[in-house]
T-cell receptor, first 117, second 110 residues
Framework: DAGVTQSPTHLIKTRGQQVTLRCSPK?????VSWYQQALGQGPQFIFQ???????QRGNFPDRFSGHQFPNYSSELNVNALLLGDSALYLC????????????????FGEGSWLTVV | GENVEQHPSTLSVQEGDSAVIKCTYS??????FPWYKQELGKGPQLIIDIRSNVGEKKDQRIAVTLNKTAKHFSLHITETQPEDSAVYFCAASKYNDMRFGAGTRLTVKP
């Protein structure tokens, strides 16, 4: 049973460029969340996708956008990259359909390390 | 929104001793409280979780306690081993909107 998989694992971009990160959720999961983790800090919630729609969003600018596909996989796009966007980007998945109110177990991928120079 | 505070930020113990990490949360509607272990260069790994209708949960050397009235929860690791050395994160979730603490770097000295 494959867990949450993310690609690429590492990438370097130049300030002002755009980046796309990809995530495949754990088998059987229908919901994907994205987090940004700066060095030495806890993960910060970016947004969550369920049924191909953005369900919740954290305190991140519109430069951060996403998409969920019919197979539940997801992409995170960041436009006009800033040096401060350098971080580990984590994808997490869960199964939400049973009960939207219930706290469901969330599993993380290994992350994509983004360096902006 | 939810605010999670975690203490201490660093913790050093001798192998075999116990380690305790504490977290507080602000939103009384939060109903799910997981703990994650993160090793260098890896994603967070779920080690134990507790829901708001339970006060304590134990899994071998790891236990978590929850005090809903005081809005705090704690991770207890007994008989620590060098491989327990990592960064530990607590989190609080409401309607699957999960917020994390800043993390505790645990070092277990052999």
């Amino acid at each position: 049973d494959a867990g949450v998989t993310q690609s690429p694992t590492h990438l370097i971009k130049t300030r002002g460029q755009q980046v796309t990160l990809r995530c495949s959720p754990k088998s059987g999961h229908d919901t994907v969340s994205w987090y940004q983790q700066a060095l030495g800090q806890g993960p910060q919630f970016i947004f969550q996708y369920y049924e191909e729609e953005e369900r919740q969003r954290g305190n991140f600018p519109d430069r951060f956008s996403g998409h969920q596909f019919p197979n539940y996989s997801s992409e995170l796009n960041v436009n006009a990259l800033l040096l401060g966007d350098s971080a580990l980007y984590l994808c997490a998945s869960t199964y939400l359909r049973a009960d939207l109110r219930r706290g469901n177990t969330i599993y993380f991928g290994e992350g994509s390390w983004l360096t902006v120079v | 929104g939810e605010n999670v505070e975690q203490h201490p930020s660093t913790l050093s113990v001798q192998e075999g001793d116990s380690a305790v990490i504490k977290c507080t949360y602000s939103d009384s509607a939060s109903n799910y409280f997981p703990w994650y272990k993160q090793e260098l260069g890896k994603g967070p790994q779920l080690i134990i979780d507790i829901r708001s209708n339970v006060g304590e949960k134990k899994d071998q050397r790891i236990a978590v306690t929850l005090n809903k009235t005081a809005k705090h929860f704690s991770l207890h690791i007994t008989e620590t081993q060098p491989e327990d050395s990592a960064v530990y994160f607590c989190a609080a979730s409401k309607y699957n909107d999960m917020r994390f603490g800043a993390g505790t770097r645990l070092t277990v000295k052999p």
